[in-house]
Structure formats: C-alpha cells, structure tokens
C-alpha cells in the first residue's frame, strides 16, 4: 500500500477563487500512474479532511467540479479525477471497451493508491453511476453518495441487450479500422469552443470554457480534443432493471440524489426509461434515502452550483461530518 501511495504524484498546486465569499482555495494537480499510462485529476482542501471522490459525466472531465466544490465543507478533502479516456487521463489500449465495471476498477485503483478505508462520493450523470456501482460493491467503503442528475444505475430492457452489444462490438471494429488511417481534426480554440458549445447546449459558455482546459490538447497548428472518442461508442456492458434494484439494495452509505427540472427527468421521456427511473427512486425512497429536484438542467452544478451546493453541503455535514465529530467525541470520552 505505501508502495502505491509513493506513486501519486502531486504535479503542481494553485488557488481557485470562490467569487462568492473571496477565498482562494488550494488546488493541486494530481497523477496516478496505472498500467496503461496514469489517471490524472484535482484536489482541494486539507491534507487530513474528510476524503470525497469527485466523478464527472460522460465526455466530460474533473472541471466538470471546478465551481461547486469551493462552494462545499472546507473541512473535507475533495479528489476529482479525469476517468480513462477523459480530460488529462491516457486512453484505454487499442481494442479495450470502456465500461461502467472498468471504471469501477479504475476508481478502486485510485482508492488503493489514496490509502482511504472510508470515503464519500460526488458522481454527476455517468459518474453517478459509476458511484452507485462501487458503492453497491464496496459498501463497506463508502460512507455518503450524492448523484448529481443520475440514478446511480443506468438499466437496460434485456430484449435490447443482443442488438446494443451486437452494435458496441461492430463499433468498435469499424472505429479501429478507421482510426489507422484517419488523421486527427485540428482546431482553433474559438472554433473547439463552438463545436462543445453546440453539441452540449446544457452548458454555458463559461462552463464549455471551464471543461476545455482539460479537454484540449495544444498540437501544431492548433488544438486537439483530449478524450477518446471510442467513449462513443455503444457500450456493451449492460444490466437490467431487476439487477439494478439488486445492487442498489446493497449500498449501505446514505444517498442524497440531487435531480434537474429539465436534465434526465425531460430526456428519458419514453415509457420503459420513465419506468426504470421511476423504480429506482422509490427504490431510494424506501430506503430512507433522499431524491431531490431542483431547477436548472443537465450541468445546472457547473453552470449554477449555487442552487445545488446547499443541498450537498448540509447533506455531507449531517451524513458524515458530524457523524465523525460524534464518533471522534464518543473515542475521546472513553480515554
């Protein structure tokens, strides 16, 4: 363990400015070697704060918390990564699918190299469920969720199962095939802003902003995007429903779910993605979890984390700040 703990590198540190209330906070760059080049990310807060893991949505990057986590408890300690095939992070090997059981394993690898025993987590959208699917299978490790417009679980109707993996392996064939002869797309800067501004109109400039200085790379002649653009391709990794409620059932950390007005709820409007989203949050009702909605859309915590910091804020205070003052106080009055 400390073998790997020696292997994160901490490349460069630098202060954020929360508008807000005028305070700097510290923010270094983080490097976590693994054996198809290294996962890269953020950290902010305090070398000994409560630790929480910072997961940004699909094709986005750890920027993606750039605004909202000045906004949060000082007293934790925020780790945001870029997933594989995102942001500063390597790609996967030629021929490797990306899936939601990987990037567990990634963020299982990033735990182990971090030492943390107990840790809390922030997943927006794909990150979310990627926080629910280790949260359901390292329960004993994860003391509070909060999925940011994702429900933790992305169900599948089996009858579609054979045609969408059918579709991810072809895929990717044909993308291989490509890519050998295929030259990368050069951009200007105000030209790659108006391509992510275009094709994410849930962002605001300034967000779109935000998320290119991790998702562009300075080549000659212009700019490059940084991700894998096989992160497009179907992905072949699919559960049901049934297993689902089943993973679900087996998280034991408090969830706070934090919905837009106009994110998932307007995109999944067809009938079998309304029923699968419906299922899974009165699955967290009954289980005491909260479900919140909020106004804004599906980026609303990077482009308005005002309306959504207050929420995770009192959530991270009750569910794990104050929980750890009160066991701190209970250890301390048995000396």
Not at 138 to 148: F, N, R
Not at 159 to 170: A, S, T, V, W
Not at 274 to 298: C, E, I, M, W
């Amino acid at each position: 363990m400390m073998q790997a703990l020696k292997s994160v590198r901490h490349l460069t540190s630098s202060t954020m400015k929360q508008a807000a209330e005028g305070v700097c906070v510290p923010v270094s760059e983080l490097s976590l070697p693994v054996p198809w080049g290294e996962i890269r990310g953020k950290v902010w807060g305090p070398d000994h704060g409560r630790p929480v893991l910072c997961l940004h949505g699909w094709a986005d990057n750890c920027g993606s918390f750039n605004t909202l986590i000045p906004l949060l408890p000082k007293e934790c300690r925020y780790v945001a990564v870029d997933l594989a095939g995102h942001g500063l992070s390597s790609h996967r090997a030629p021929g490797v699918f990306y899936s939601f059981p990987s990037y567990v394993s990634d963020v299982r690898t990033v735990i182990d190299a971090l030492q943390w025993s107990k840790f809390s987590i922030i997943g927006h959208s794909m990150g979310g469920n990627v926080a629910g699917m280790f949260s359901a299978l390292y329960p004993e490790m994860v003391d509070a969720v909060v999925l940011l417009d994702s429900y933790g679980f992305l169900p599948t109707d089996p009858k579609e199962l054979p045609k969408l993996m059918r579709q991810g392996i072809e895929d990717m064939l044909q993308f291989e095939k490509k890519s050998k002869d295929k030259k990368e797309r050069v951009y200007t800067y105000e030209k790659a802003v108006e391509r992510l501004f275009a094709a994410n109109p849930t962002l605001s400039l300034e967000s779109v902003k935000i998320l290119l200085e991790r998702g562009l790379v300075q080549v000659e002649g212009g700019v490059v995007f940084s991700r894998d653009f096989r992160i497009n391709l179907k992905n072949i990794v699919r559960i049901s429903l049934e297993q689902s409620l089943e993973m679900q059932s087996r998280i034991q950390a408090s969830v706070l779910v934090v919905l837009a007005e106009e994110g998932f709820e307007k995109i999944f409007a067809e009938p079998d993605q309304k029923k699968f989203t419906s299922a899974l949050l009165q699955a967290y009702r009954d289980r005491n979890h909260t479900v919140l909605t909020v106004p804004g859309d599906h980026h609303v915590h990077l482009n308005n984390p005002v309306v959504v910091a207050p929420l995770v804020s009192d959530f991270l205070q009750t569910q794990v700040l104050s929980q750890s003052a009160r066991l701190t106080d209970e250890q301390t009055s048995k000396l």
